[in-house]
């Protein structure tokens, strides 16, 4: 059965050519993945101005302060998180893709290689950081407190034969410094534009669990308007989500 059309955002105010839908983004896949949605939603008539960010806190700040009427970069738990220690009122109204997380290593073939006092990197961010630690724990390299979650810290571990040394870094410099580390946990969305895929480069890769979609985000106060709903069904149409599978090859999901 064919996709519904969009929403259409004729008479919107916000979302036309004198007014672009000002959508932030981090750069690299899902700026890439919101190029084709505007293509998209354009075609309904919703104008979109893509703005890219280089970290993962100015998204939400810019959305707090006015600057973004949305922003797509974020999955669930990281939003609770800053909704949580930052007090934004946000709300996500459709999901885009997920990133595969995965642990990637310039110096060795396999975790079981990884020499004793070998030096992972992590993101520093709460709950990637978390997720990663759980991706070492079932992969065997450190032991966590049973029951933990993505909220897990290094202060959870219990376990460490290999006498591990976690190195906490801002996720977007994590590919970069492969080098400098024996391995180094990195999403997706930060893997693809290294040249590396979680499917086939990654030592160890997550299961594809929908917690971590990617979300479309917006200020409680517009969770209803007709320019977020035209945004969030972008995503979902088939268009998008071919490109997605043709362009990333598997390591990154669809999921609208």
Same mark, same amino acid.
């Given at each position: 059965m064919p996709a519904a059309p969009a929403p259409r955002a004729q008479g919107a105010g916000i979302g036309t050519a004198a007014r672009p839908l000002r959508v932030g983004v981090t750069s690299g896949v899902h700026?890439?993945? +919101?190029? &084709?949605?505007?293509?998209?939603?354009? =075609?309904? %008539?919703l104008a979109l101005r893509i703005?890219?960010?280089?970290?993962?806190?100015?998204?939400?700040?810019?959305?707090a302060a006015g600057e973004l009427d949305a922003n797509t970069y974020q999955h669930l738990p990281f939003l609770e998180a800053q909704r949580q220690q930052r007090g934004y009122d946000f709300v996500p109204v459709g999901r885009t893709v997920l990133t595969l997380?995965?642990?990637?290593?310039?110096?060795?073939?396999?975790?079981?290689?990884?020499?004793?006092?070998?030096?992972?990197?992590?993101?520093?961010?709460?709950?990637?950081?978390?997720?990663?630690?759980?991706? +070492?724990? &079932?992969?065997?390299?450190?032991?966590? =407190?049973? %029951?933990?979650?993505?909220?897990?810290?290094?202060?959870d571990i219990t376990a460490n034969p290999k006498r591990i040394r976690i190195v906490e870094l801002d996720a977007a410099q994590i590919a970069r410094s492969l080098e400098d580390v024996d391995a180094g946990a990195v999403t997706g969305n930060y893997?693809?534009?290294?040249?590396?895929?979680?499917l086939k480069d990654g030592l160890m890769t997550e299961g594809a669990d929908s917690v971590y979609s990617v979300l479309v985000v917006v200020r409680r106060a517009d969770a209803q308007a007709p320019w977020a709903k035209a945004l969030a069904a972008g995503y979902a149409s088939p268009e998008v989500k071919a490109f997605v599978e043709g362009s990333f090859g598997g390591a990154i999901i669809p999921t609208a």
């Open positions: 700026a890439q993945v +919101l190029e &084709k949605v505007r293509e998209v939603v354009g =075609r309904d %008539g703005i890219e960010f280089g970290d993962f806190i100015q998204p939400n700040a810019a959305l997380l995965a642990v990637f290593s310039k110096k060795h073939r396999s975790l079981d290689a990884l020499p004793q006092g070998a030096r992972i990197a992590i993101p520093n961010d709460p709950t990637n950081g978390g997720r990663a630690l759980l991706l +070492l724990a &079932k992969g065997g390299i450190i032991g966590l =407190r049973p %029951g933990l979650d993505y909220r897990a810290s290094v202060a893997a693809v534009p290294a040249g590396l895929n979680p």
